[in-house]
Nanobody
């Protein structure tokens, strides 16, 4: 049975980096498949972030060009998304996607939050 499992999401400050991973089951990890990453921000439609084309090329959304890199490892059947210089607008749930042999497969998603967070108070007293 085809399966996609994402990992690597988390909380990162603006300007930081994250690498997402997607383990793809062997029966659909193919150079003939369309493979890519999508994301969905709160209250918005799911959008394309980056994909491999059937010819082996790569395409990126304009908003992430120069900051994100999609790659894959054919030995481990894993697809990656390296995200640098993250911005708050990159916050959302990231999904990996495979389209192969007439079927479309999605992972369960991994949350990426780009924010400074709430902070924590540190008190030093003598």
């Amino acid at each position: 049975q085809a399966q996609l499992v994402e990992s690597g999401g988390g909380l990162v400050p603006p300007g930081g980096s994250l690498t997402l991973s997607c383990a793809v089951s062997q029966n659909i990890f193919s150079r003939h498949a369309l493979m890519g990453w999508y994301r969905q921000a709160p209250g918005q439609e799911r959008e394309l972030v980056a994909t491999f084309t059937t010819g082996g090329g790569r395409t990126y959304a304009d908003s992430v060009k120069g900051r994100f890199t999609i790659s894959r490892d054919t030995l481990t059947n894993t697809m990656y998304l390296l995200m640098n210089n993250l911005e708050p607008e990159d916050t959302g749930i990231y999904y990996c996607n495979v389209q192969y042999s007439g079927s479309i497969y999605w992972g369960q998603g991994t949350q990426v939050t780009v924010s400074w967070g709430q902070g924590t108070r540190v008190t030093v007293s003598s």
